[in-house]
């Protein structure tokens, strides 16, 4: 006979065991998941990262906005490029000390447009995008190099996998900003009509002097001192009225001429120079059988090696009127000698004197001769 209560236990534990199994097999699956989607995903797609290795920064105040977009100074050109199979997503970022303007879209025609991309962009496989960025800073950011970093990052890739391993790429760029100087001059004269270039010298004498004072005051961003060359000169024309030909200025003949200055000229941002130029001349009273033409002259350039803009110059010029010489009376070599009396043909009164005189010698002549 057999024990039903028995029989119903024994199959109770059958059942529980047929149970048990895969509960345990859930269970340690379920103790693994955690572990698993915990781990970091050890794929790590590259993408190429590219810049311009070196750009010109041009911070002039009169530098148009406009160029940046179509010239060569201030833009920074970069590529992305993925050379896998799958997609990825890169988010770009920069670091600039000054202001950017960027991430903006390289068109094929080479200009960086005027529209700002997303910091993220998704590339497809086995293609790439280019970029670029705006830069500018204060005018008075001093010449000489800063570095403009680029960076690109792969966040994701096949749409929605996230990337944990991958790094951050720098691509540094050496900017170049470029010097440039503006020059602002007070003058002051001395006679006040000289070096003036709304009048006209009133008088000069023949010994005389004239003095130029120039206050000279530059601004810019540059460092270097410009380069600078000053010159003080004068220039005498003379003709020769007999011979009506142009003669060479000889101080033993015409006179002395002094020229007084400083030649060196150093300029700093900022601070102001003067500079007096003296003129001084004392030109021979025998000199009346020439016309004469004295002018002296100032000139100032100023230029910066690989500056932008324009270089600066001033000149400066003092004309004396011209002295005007007389044209000397010369003799007539066909002055005639008649009863001891010397005619001057070349005299207003030489044809009537010739008439009396030959009237007088007729006279002479007829009381002289003796009667028959």
């Known amino acids: 006979m057999v024990d039903l209560s028995q029989k119903d236990s024994s199959s109770v534990m059958a059942k529980v065991s047929s149970i048990s199994v895969p509960l345990v ?15 970091e995903n050890p794929y790590a797609p590259e993408v190429d990262f590219l810049c311009d290795d070196n750009i010109a920064l041009v911070v002039h ?16 050109r970069c590529s992305i490029i993925n050379n896998n199979v799958h997609d990825v997503t890169v988010k770009i970022s920069e670091d600039w000390a000054h202001t950017v303007e960027g991430p903006m879209v390289w068109d094929s025609y080479g200009y960086c447009e005027d529209s700002t991309m997303s910091e993220e962009q998704t590339i497809g496989g086995n293609s790439g995008i280019d970029f670029c960025y705006i830069l500018t800073a204060d005018p008075y950011t001093k010449e000489g190099g800063i570095t403009f970093t680029a960076t690109s990052e792969v966040i994701r890739y096949s749409v ?10 720098d691509e540094p760029v050496a900017v170049s900003v470029l010097p440039w100087i503006t020059v602002d001059v007070q003058s002051r004269a001395t006679p006040e009509s000289a070096y003036d270039y709304d009048t006209t010298r009133e008088d000069c004498q023949k010994a005389e002097s004239s003095e130029l004072t120039l206050e000279i005051t530059p601004d ?13 000169e004068y220039r005498m024309e003379i003709r020769d009225l007999a011979s009506g030909e142009r003669v060479d200025y000889r101080e033993s003949t015409f006179g002395s001429i002094d020229m007084d ?13 003067e500079r007096t130029f003296s003129a001084s001349w004392d030109i021979a009273e025998d000199t009346d059988a020439y016309d004469i033409l004295l002018s002296t002259s100032v000139g100032i350039d100023v230029y910066l090696e690989y500056g932008w803009g324009y270089d600066w110059y001033d000149y400066y010029v003092d004309e004396c009127p011209a002295w005007e010489g007389v044209l ?4 007539n070599p066909s002055e005639e000698k008649a009863s001891g009396i010397t005619i001057n043909l070349s005299s207003p009164f030489s044809g009537s004197l010739s008439l009396v005189s030959i009237l007088a010698a007729s006279i002479a002549i007829s009381v002289r001769r003796p009667l028959l």
Request: charged content about 15%.
């Open 25 to 39: 097999l859930l269970g340690s699956l379920l103790i693994g998941m955690p572990t698993a989607s915990a781990q």
């Open 328 to 331: 000397p009376i010369l003799e």
């Open 220 to 232: 810019g961003n540059f460092v270097s001192p410009p380069t600078t060359e000053v010159r003080f």
């Open 160 to 169: 929605a996998i996230p990337c944990d391993n991958c790094e951050p790429v």
């Open 61 to 76: 105040p009169s530098f148009d906005n406009s160029y940046y977009y179509y010239g060569y100074y201030n833009v920074v």
């Open 261 to 273: 200055y400083d030649s060196d000229l150093v300029l700093v941002a900022g601070e102001t120079v």
